[in-house]
Structure formats: C-alpha cells, structure tokens
C-alpha cells in the first residue's frame, strides 16, 4: 500500500544536540514538503522540494535544512536544537498534477529540553 | 499571494446533527482546485473532499458536501449526521500548480 512514513514518532532531545527527521514515501510523487504545527494549530510551510535536488525554504523561517537525493526520501535537519524548536512536523507528498491532494506523514512530535 | 480564511477557530455540534464550517479564499485566477482536510487528535491529516473550480457542481462524498460559490470565493464544509468521530481539526486549502495554501483550521468538537 501507497503510503509516507516520518520516523521517528516522538523525540526528546536536549540543547544543542544535531537531529534528522526522516521522511520517505512510496507514491513516486516529486513534490514533498515539511511543516510546523504546534498541536492544534495551523500548519507552516518550512519547506519544500519539487524534485531531486531541488529544495527551497517555505512561508516560515526555520533553521532547518533539508535535502532531496532520493524522490522517496525528504530528511529535515537541525544541527542544533532549541527548546524553540518544540513542535510538530509534518511530512507530506503530492503527485505532479494539481487536481490532487497532499498526502500526510504521521507526523514527528519534537521536544528540545 | 493567495491566502485561505477560515473564520471559525473553533465549532461544536450535536451528534447527528448538521454543522457547516465556513471557508474563504483569494484569489485572482480561474482555474484551481480546493480541499478539505479532516486531523483527527494525534492522527494523520486526511482528505476530506475536493472541488475543481471549473465544476459549477459542488461536491459530495458521503455525509461530506461542500458550498463552492465562486465568485464569492467561499467554500464551506456541510457535514450531516454528524458522528462522534468527526470531532478534529479541519482544515481547507487551495491548490493551484505548484501553490497550495491552508486555513488556519477549525476546531470540531462533537456532543453525544
């Protein structure tokens, strides 16, 4: 089955420590994007690809970066934590044509102590 | 750059009962595609249901449909028979190429 996965599903991790969260998707879709939501709230594009070695920075500034040498595989990165960082991040894909919707990860809950 | 509205923060309906989440959105183009998004607590955000902007018929899956008046530029989200389950965060969102835009979302919250 189709899916997009983000591991891993909750992280605790404290100051200044270097940090991926994974992101991968079997659809074959080119376009993957990373958000920010604090629960509950509204999502906040931080980033976004539209293919292999392509990636640029969304509506909200982040310190993160991201990488694309796999269309199936879309890692976010923060080489140093801030408890400002605590939030959700949320993965999704879409398909090339714009009739379709984004496809969501589970999502990975960060905690930065 | 286009943005979505959703005015309701927060919404509360009587199982079984009928609730309408309201949505609007800017934009200068004709052609485009909207969605709603359903994020149940702690689970994954789903498609709800679609509209392409050239179909002047509004959609419908289910107990879901949806009030697309296009040159109000509106595009609310009936529910019928609402169902514990539906309590979450709705979101909708515009698509047009490579641009697509969410609401700030509205809280559902169901009665027994």
């Known amino acids: 089955e189709a899916d997009i996965y983000q591991t891993p599903r909750y992280l605790v991790i404290g100051t200044g420590k270097k940090i991926t969260l994974e992101c991968s998707q079997t659809m074959g879709h080119d376009k993957m994007y990373w958000y920010q939501q604090d629960p509950g709230m509204e999502l906040h594009l931080i980033h976004y690809s539209y293919g292999v070695n392509s990636t640029e920075k969304g509506d909200l500034s982040s310190e993160s970066t991201v990488s694309r040498i796999r269309t199936e595989h879309f890692p976010l990165t923060l080489e140093s934590a801030r408890p400002s960082h605590t939030s959700q991040y949320l993965c999704a894909s879409t398909s090339r044509g714009e009739a379709y919707e984004q496809y969501f990860g589970p999502g990975t809950r960060l905690t930065v102590t | 750059a286009q943005t979505v509205t959703q005015s309701q923060p927060e919404m509360s309906v009587q199982e079984a009962e009928t609730v309408t989440l309201s949505c609007t959105y800017d934009?200068?183009?004709?052609?485009?595609?909207l969605f709603w998004y359903k994020q149940p607590p702690s689970r994954q955000m789903i498609l709800v249901i679609r509209q392409e902007a050239y179909k002047q018929q509004n959609a419908t899956e289910n107990r879901f449909s949806v009030n697309f008046q296009k040159a109000a530029k509106s595009f609310s989200l009936k529910i019928s028979d609402s169902q514990l389950g539906d309590a979450a965060m709705y979101f909708c969102?515009?698509?047009?190429?490579?641009?697509?835009?969410f609401g700030a979302g509205t809280r559902l919250t169901v009665k027994p």
């Open positions: 969102a515009y698509r047009r190429l490579n641009d697509m835009r």
């Open positions: 934009t200068s183009e004709s052609d485009y595609y």
